[in-house]
């Protein structure tokens, strides 16, 4: 039973447009969610976090949403740009522990 | 500041060996985790720790051992070596419950 879940496996987008990265999640007892990204080779970097206590958080060009009701967070990369090709991983975290899904391939066409 | 260093990058073992793999932070984080990635697969939590002498098991737990004798290492234990433990290895630790940081991974592979 896979708590986190990232149902699409790869992201085609244009440069300069937007990426929109899904993530969906079964336990409500989580109350930290993070996204991290990795290239090939690396180990994965941290990008951008929510609380369960916000709908929204900002960094930059990237924007995380989190709706508590659906149990859904989606990342949102505005423009996006040719070294944002990664994979991407959602986490979601309880007690310190996180739970992390499978990954979306981002590739950001020039 | 190295962040989080792992050793080897690479191994290679024969099934039924055992192997230490090694994990130091310089940041004086006192959460340290164990992780491996299967090819197309999140990362599995397999062990943590919250702080020096205190360890829990966690997602995949088996056949791996763990100790934390201090607040820097955080070193994982394959005994028994199987085809089934061929995985990239990460270790990340984090400052309470925030964002972690990983290493670079060890590659290993059980033949």
């Known amino acids: 039973d896979q708590q986190v879940k990232q149902n699409s496996p790869s992201l085609s987008v244009q440069e300069g447009r937007i990426s929109i990265l899904n993530c969906d999640y079964t336990n409500s007892m989580f109350d930290y969610f993070l996204w991290y990204k990795k290239y090939p080779a690396e180990g994965p970097t941290f990008l951008i976090s929510?609380?369960?206590?916000?709908d929204k958080n900002e960094d930059g060009r990237f924007t995380v949403f989190l709706n508590k009701s659906a149990k859904h967070l989606s990342l949102h990369i505005v423009p996006s740009q040719p070294g944002d090709s990664a994979v991407y991983f959602c986490a979601a975290s309880n007690a310190g522990k996180s739970t992390f899904g499978d990954g979306t391939t981002l590739t950001v066409k020039p | 500041n190295a962040g989080v260093t792992q050793t080897p990058k690479f191994r290679i073992l024969k099934i039924g060996q055992s192997m230490t793999l090694q994990c130091t932070q310089d940041m004086n984080h006192n959460y340290m985790y164990w992780y491996r990635q299967d090819p197309g697969m999140g990362l599995k939590l397999i062990y943590y720790s919250v702080g020096a002498g205190i360890t829990d098991k966690g997602e995949v737990p088996n056949g791996y051992n763990v100790s934390r004798s201090t607040t820097e290492d955080f070193p994982l234990r394959l005994e028994l070596a199987a085809p089934s433990q061929t995985s990239v290895y990460f270790c990340?630790?984090?400052?309470?419950?925030?964002?972690?940081?990983f290493g670079p991974g060890t590659r290993l592979t059980v033949l």
């Open positions: 929510i609380s369960s206590i916000k």
């Open positions: 990340a630790s984090s400052y309470h419950y925030n964002e972690q940081f």
